[in-house]
Each structure stands twice: as C-alpha cells, then as structure tokens.
Nanobody, 117 residues
Framework: QVQLVESGGGLVQAGGSLKLSCVAS????????MAWYRQAPGKQRELVAS???????NYADSVKGRFTISGDNAKRTVYLQMNSLKPEDTAVYYC???????????WGQGTQVTVSS
C-alpha cells in the first residue's frame, strides 16, 4: 500500500521561508510526476507546482520566482522550497505523486502552512 507523508509545515512570518518534503512509502514503480497543491480556508484547492521527467516544472503564477519544486525519484521524495512567503500563502499543502501506472495520483494527508503578517 502506497502512503505519502508530508512534513515541514509550520508558522512563519511574512518574508520568511519554509521547505516542505513529501516521502512515498510502500511498493513504488513508475514514479513519473509529482506536484504540490494547496487549499486555503473557503477556497478551492489549487495547483502550486509540478515536476515531471525529472526537470520539467510548472508553477502557479502566484508563486513564480518564490517557490521551487524539486524531486528525487531514488528517494521517492518531492520538495517545495518556499521563499518570500506572504500571508496569502497560508493554506494546507498537499503533495501528489503519479506512480504505479495508476490513472489517479496518490495524495498525502496535508501539512499546514501559516504565514503571519
């Protein structure tokens, strides 16, 4: 059974940085895409960043230049480096991984990021 576990969330002041990590456990093969989503209170879940093929990345306009996604397939881990954080970045952040030839990605349980002004 595949399980994704996020870590690294917390409370930070505006302008600060956090690095999120997400590790997959279980039987893993065909890991080909990873992503981070977030959901703020009262808002829809949105894609923050994605990575596939090892180095093809995509970012939401709101985080371009501030966030960096990276992945380590050998470690079954995806990271999200978040710099210059703003209060509007406050949300629960979820990682996803497309693996095991499944049509739908696996999701983590989420980690809270709170940015104070």
């Amino acid at each position: 059974q595949v399980q994704l576990v996020e870590s690294g969330g917390g409370l930070v002041q505006a302008g600060g940085s956090l690095k999120l990590s997400c590790v997959a456990s279980g039987t893993i093969f065909n890991l080909n895409a990873m992503a981070w989503y977030r959901q703020a209170p009262g808002k829809q879940r949105e894609l923050v960043a994605s990575i596939r093929g090892g180095d093809i990345t995509n970012y939401a306009d709101s985080v371009k230049g501030r966030f960096t996604i990276s992945g380590d397939n050998a470690k079954r881990t995806v990271y999200l480096q978040m710099n210059s954080l703003k209060p509007e970045d406050t949300a629960v952040y979820y990682c996803t991984m497309n693996l095991n030839a499944r049509n739908m990605p696996y999701w983590g349980q989420g980690t809270q990021v709170t940015v104070s002004s």
